[in-house]
């Protein structure tokens, strides 16, 4: 992982609260179920959530941040599976 450091002018704005989304994946059914969080949650608070509810079903999961390119609804990995969930290892 590189860093570096950014000078935060560089932005034209930020939100507080961002909404998501937590798709889980089902391997052996090669199913997906997929949930928006409807209430304002730390991003902390959700990823433990969406780690123990797909724990508890031996499931994986991908958390989404919901957002906007213009007009265009459009989704932000966050964290969990990258990539095709049911493409072979």
């Given at each position: 992982m590189k860093i570096r450091?950014?000078?935060p002018r560089?932005?034209?704005?930020?939100?507080d609260h961002a909404r998501y989304r937590v798709h889980f994946w089902d391997r052996s059914a090669v199913t997906a179920h997929e949930f928006e969080?409807?209430?304002e949650v730390d991003v902390d608070e959700l990823l433990?959530?969406?780690?123990?509810y797909a724990a508890g079903q031996g499931w994986s999961y991908t958390v989404y941040a919901a957002v906007t390119d213009g007009d265009r609804p459009g989704l932000v990995r966050l964290a969990g599976v990258l990539g095709d969930p049911f493409a072979d290892d």
């Amino acid at each position: 992982m590189k860093i570096r450091g950014v000078d935060p002018r560089d932005t034209m704005w930020e939100q507080d609260h961002a909404r998501y989304r937590v798709h889980f994946w089902d391997r052996s059914a090669v199913t997906a179920h997929e949930f928006e969080v409807l209430d304002e949650v730390d991003v902390d608070e959700l990823l433990t959530w969406a780690q123990s509810y797909a724990a508890g079903q031996g499931w994986s999961y991908t958390v989404y941040a919901a957002v906007t390119d213009g007009d265009r609804p459009g989704l932000v990995r966050l964290a969990g599976v990258l990539g095709d969930p049911f493409a072979d290892d």
